[in-house]
């Protein structure tokens, strides 16, 4: 199809075309062209084939996939597509398989493992995005509830509760007129995702007679889903935290060939069917694929306990909630937004959004089901009645005065969770906010760039208590005391607040109250994240050190043994050991990482895992600062860059600005954009 595609100083990608469809095309061709080896990655994570070329390392995550039956459901979600949005993915398909080779001669990565290139079906782009997301709202939570319920009573589940190391967060704040300098409003904020190399988020410019949007793509999914501008109007979002994923325990049987579930009203067979997983340098592994009335079996099966099986909103209703995404490119106002989000379905998300005429929107987006409060705490047994779904929740939302904020928090979405964020990000983002009237885009970067980190409190109120310490023991506390809490990577301070939080953490972990939950093992590898009790006993350390589930004096006690321990250490400076550590499928050993300010209850959330790795696993995955007065006043900003090419000039040129928390600047003036002909490399 007709189109042209343009770049910008950063290698960012302004694609135009006479008509949506072209325009898809044009977006699907350039995917495969600036990210082959990701969107191929993803494609083959989504139906559970990626180990046929990674190698063992991958099986666990394929085991999962086809068990879930993700590529199952993205097929049932595209069959029940209108027939207008069905067209719409279809040309971007077409875009990818018409790009796919070019963009693989490009990418070493597929050399290197064998990979040839393959073929995108029309449901591929909703098996992808279903891949990305399906662990979002952290159903594993509920296995790691359900084991402490077990082992130390349902009283101690809350007491774990807290801001998840393993989901993705967010935050994201709208500035009305009256907190701005140009009286327009303002749309920021970051989304907090495990960082990737190449990162999730595609900076790209999708433009047609019938709209003009600038935005953030996930390479392989089409449109501009979660944060866009497409002039009159911008929308942004984070993560709801809502509980809208079930896990069942079943009990199986077999007979014969088939398999049998207990439900509440007896014994129904339920799906069944044995499939390969290819393994590279590996034998291939068997996987039985179980489904029951509640939803596949995920964990176990009819001869292995326990069995849990997974009920989630796509595969239930068969819908993926992509009307939404041709619905937000054509946006021209608030109204449109929420329209189009009306149709969001996975995940569920809080909505900012804001329009050139006083417009304004903050309002949660997608499907949860109504069912018993238990569901959302741990798994519920399948054959007991009442666990039924019985509907969807109507999504709530609030009215927007002066400013808004989102960042995980409880606050709109509150009657949708379980457990949310602490609140320390969304207090110091208002404080920040509520302190000027005159805000402008440039000046968004104080607030994505803040370290200060509330939760250091209550070990610090620990350590002020202590007393009889020996004398550079005694220094160390007094120095923290007077520590300024800012988590800044030159800062010494901010390196031995984390070394004595991560020494507390594995003390109490290795208490003998908690040690019952340290095996994992019950559970398929892939869930340990969520069950580790290191982790857990680290973001959930606020709530341990000042409840009474822990004795007083252990508490003092692993306080005192780590001042001691990182009094003895050699003196290093907090980005030294907070180094970047992005995910990738294929990593070059050799590439060395910088270090990080930040930490995770930071506004700069940058996260590690207390008493595990002060490495970061995540981190913002972009940065976006949407000017409703002005669209090219507006700045964006990525880890890496534009390319996910190696050797590309653009692969990691916006790093360094990322670093140091500056942006990019929005450029929409065609006359400032060079042309891209088709022999170019890029």
Avoid at 171 to 192: E, K, M, Q, Y
Avoid at 362 to 382: D, I, M, S, Y
Avoid at 447 to 465: I, K, N, Y
Avoid at 633 to 638: A, E, G
Wanted: with cysteine; glycine share 8%; net charge negative.
């Amino acid at each position: 199809m007709e189109h042209q595609v343009f770049r910008d100083p950063w290698g960012i990608p302004h694609l135009r075309a006479d008509d949506p469809r072209a325009l898809a095309f044009a977006q699907g061709r350039n995917a495969a062209i600036d990210r082959a080896w990701q969107v191929e990655v993803e494609r083959h994570r989504s139906q559970g084939t990626s180990a046929s070329f990674l190698g063992a390392d991958a099986l666990d995550w394929d085991l999962f996939a086809r068990q879930a039956r993700l590529a199952d459901t993205a097929r049932r979600c595209h069959a029940n597509l209108d027939p207008a949005t069905a067209a719409w993915v279809q040309a971007y398909v077409d875009g990818v398989n018409a790009g796919l080779a070019a963009g693989a001669r490009r990418a070493p990565q597929f050399a290197a493992t064998g990979l040839t290139p393959g073929h995108w079906q029309p449901w591929t782009p909703l098996a992808v995005w279903l891949a990305h997301h399906i662990l979002f709202a952290g159903f594993p939570a509920k296995l790691w509830r359900t084991e402490v319920a077990r082992h130390l009573g349902a009283d101690a589940v809350p007491l774990f509760a807290t801001d998840r190391p393993d989901t993705a967060g967010s935050n994201g704040w709208l500035l009305t007129g009256a907190r701005t300098a140009s009286g327009a409003a303002i749309v920021a904020g970051d989304p907090h995702r495990f960082i990737e190399d190449p990162g999730i988020y595609q900076q790209i410019r999708l433009a047609c007679p019938a709209y003009d949007v600038v935005g953030l793509a996930v390479p392989g999914v089409p449109g501009i889903a979660h944060f866009g501008h497409a002039g009159t109007v911008a929308w942004a979002i984070t993560n709801a935290m809502a509980d809208y994923q079930d896990l069942y325990a079943e009990r199986l049987r077999r007979r014969g060939d088939t398999v049998e579930a207990l439900g509440p009203d007896g014994w129904h067979p339920a799906e069944r069917h044995v499939e390969t997983v290819e393994v590279a340098d590996g034998d291939p592994v068997e996987v039985e694929i179980v489904e029951t009335a509640r939803g596949p079996v995920i964990v176990g099966g009819p001869d292995d306990e326990p069995a849990i099986s997974l009920r989630y909103p796509p595969r239930v209703s068969g819908d993926l909630g992509f009307a939404a995404l041709p619905a937000l490119l054509a946006a021209t106002r608030v109204a449109d937004v929420d329209a189009a989000v009306d149709h969001w379905v996975e995940p569920v998300n809080v909505v900012l959004a804001a329009d050139t005429e006083g417009g304004l929107l903050h309002r949660a987006a997608g499907a949860v089901p109504v069912r018993n409060r238990a569901n959302g705490l741990r798994v519920v047994p399948a054959w007991e009645p009442g666990h039924e779904w019985r509907g969807w929740h109507d999504l709530p939302r609030a009215e927007v005065r002066d400013l808004a904020v989102m960042a995980n928090e409880r606050g709109v979405a509150t009657p949708l969770g379980v457990e949310f964020a602490p609140p320390h990000r969304a207090d110091r983002i208002r404080e920040l906010l509520t302190a000027r009237r005159d805000w402008t885009a440039d000046d968004q970067k104080t607030v994505h760039t803040d370290t200060r980190l509330a939760s250091a409190e209550p070990l610090l109120a620990l350590l002020a208590g202590l007393d009889g310490l020996p004398p550079a023991a005694a220094a160390l506390r007094d120095r923290l005391l007077r520590w300024d809490r800012e988590m800044s990577a030159d800062s010494v301070d901010a390196a031995a607040f984390a070394a004595v939080r991560a020494g507390v953490v594995r003390r109490l972990a290795a208490h003998p109250t908690l040690t019952p939950l340290a095996d994992p093992t019950r559970y398929p590898a892939l869930f340990h994240p969520w069950l580790a009790l290191v982790p857990k006993v680290g973001f959930a350390l606020e709530t341990l050190l000042t409840t009474d589930l822990l004795p007083a004096s252990d508490r003092v006690a692993a306080a005192r043994a780590a001042l001691d321990e990182t009094a003895d250490a050699a003196p290093t400076r907090w980005g030294e050991v907070h180094r970047l550590a992005p995910w990738a499928a294929r990593p070059d050993p050799d590439e060395q990482w910088p270090g990080l300010s930040g930490d995770h209850d930071c506004v700069l959330a940058t996260s590690s895992v207390p008493g595990v790795t002060h490495l970061c696993l995540r981190a913002s995955a972009a940065r976006y600062v949407w000017d409703l007065g002005r669209r090219d006043d507006s700045r964006w900003i990525v880890p890496f860059g534009a390319s996910g090419v190696p050797g590309d000039p653009h692969r990691r040129d916006q790093l360094p600005y990322w670093l140091r928390g500056d942006l990019a600047p929005v450029v929409t003036d065609w006359h400032r954009l060079t042309e891209e002909r088709d022999d170019d490399t890029h």
